[in-house]
């Protein structure tokens, strides 16, 4: 599913950049060149259908990008825990005495040559 979204949203940016592309805010741009006036869509039709589809596609961006992030899958593996997380867990206890450390001094063993 998380793929399928970001297809959409690829597609949606391409879409998005075109129409930006096509739009002129000084009232230009490839809108300009549909102006006659005898055409059904004139050229203020125009701007507002560009001006419409530019909010539409931010809008579904958006939509498809907030479900992008809800669909992303975390997987639960346990094996792959952290090695610092480990090593604490794993450490001894600095001031702990070793078992193997002597606490005595070790006693005198007798000359055999006496």
């Not at 950049?17 to 805010?25: A, G, M, Y």
């Not at 539409?56 to 952290?82: K, P, R």
């Amino acid at each position: 599913m998380f793929y399928f979204i970001t297809v959409l949203i690829f597609i949606v940016c391409i879409l998005l950049i075109l129409i930006v592309l096509v739009q002129n805010s000084k009232g230009g741009g490839l809108a300009a060149n549909f102006s006659g006036s005898n055409q059904v869509m004139g050229v203020r039709k125009t701007t507002d259908f560009l001006e419409k589809a530019t909010w539409t596609l931010v809008g579904a961006l958006f939509i498809l990008c907030v479900a992008a992030a809800g669909t992303i899958t975390h997987e639960e593996d346990n094996t792959n825990e952290s090695l610092i997380k480990e090593q604490i867990e794993n450490a001894q206890d600095p001031t702990a005495v070793p078992g193997n450390f002597p606490l005595s001094a070790p006693a005198e063993e007798a000359d055999p040559e006496e």
